[in-house]
């Protein structure tokens, strides 16, 4: 039974350019939040899809967007990379949108340069 | 925002001792939780408390959620080498499902 899957584990990207993340839930799950964490930090909550929708959104500019694909897998992208993006994005995935517990994955490790 | 106060920041033990860190928060939650990362992973669940004044146990690492929901404690018994780790507490909050995680918790264990 696999996990979360994230890919690609690692990238390196130039301020400007754009990126594109993918998650693979959990066999059973149907929801997938997204995570930002920055080195030395906790993950930071970027957004949530359920049913192919954007269903919560944290404190995260426009540049930061998802989508949720029929079989439950989902992309987050960010336009115009920054610096500051350099971090760890995680993947999490869980069941409905009640509080069953999040199963994260390893992680996509962004460098922006 | 939201902002949970996590401490220590950081423990460096023996092998064998026991560690407590806590976890609190200026507003109440009704859910409670604990992650442990290793490097290069993600967070794995550890604990879930749904119920002020809870105290859970998994193995030997034992939880509990504050009477007044605004904090909560994890501790390790009898430390092992495979213990080190970030352990990070986190909160569901209100009518939103997103995680707010506190800083972390470097425990470093020396055998």
């Known amino acids: ?113 | 925002g939201q902002q949970l106060n996590q401490s220590p920041q950081s423990m460096f033990i023996q092998e064998g001792e026991d560690v407590s860190m806590n976890c609190t928060s200026s507003s109440i939650f009704n859910t409670w939780l604990w992650y442990k990362q290793d490097p290069g992973e993600g967070p794995v669940l550890l604990i879930a408390l749904y119920k002020a004044g809870e105290l859970t146990s998994n193995g030997r690492l034992t939880a509990q959620f504050g009477i007044t929901r605004k904090d909560s404690f994890l501790n390790i018994s009898a430390s092992i080498p495979s213990d080190v780790g970030i352990y990070f507490c986190a909160v569901i909050g209100g009518s939103n499902y997103k995680l707010t995680f506190g800083k972390g918790t470097l425990l470093t264990v020396n055998p």
């Open chain 1, 1 to 113: 039974d696999a996990g979360v899957t994230q890919s690609p584990t690692h990238l390196i990207k130039t301020r400007g350019q754009q990126v594109t993340l993918r998650c693979s839930p959990k066999s059973g799950h149907d929801t997938v939040s997204w995570y930002q964490q920055a080195l030395g930090q906790g993950p930071q909550f970027i957004f949530q899809y359920y049913e192919e929708e954007e269903r919560q959104r944290g404190n995260f500019p426009d540049r930061f967007s998802g989508h949720q694909f029929p079989n439950y897998s989902s992309e987050l992208n960010v336009n115009a990379l920054l610096l500051g993006d350099s971090a760890l994005y995680l993947c999490a995935s869980s069941i409905g949108q009640g509080n069953s517990p999040l199963h994260f994955g390893n992680g996509t490790r962004l460098t922006v340069t």
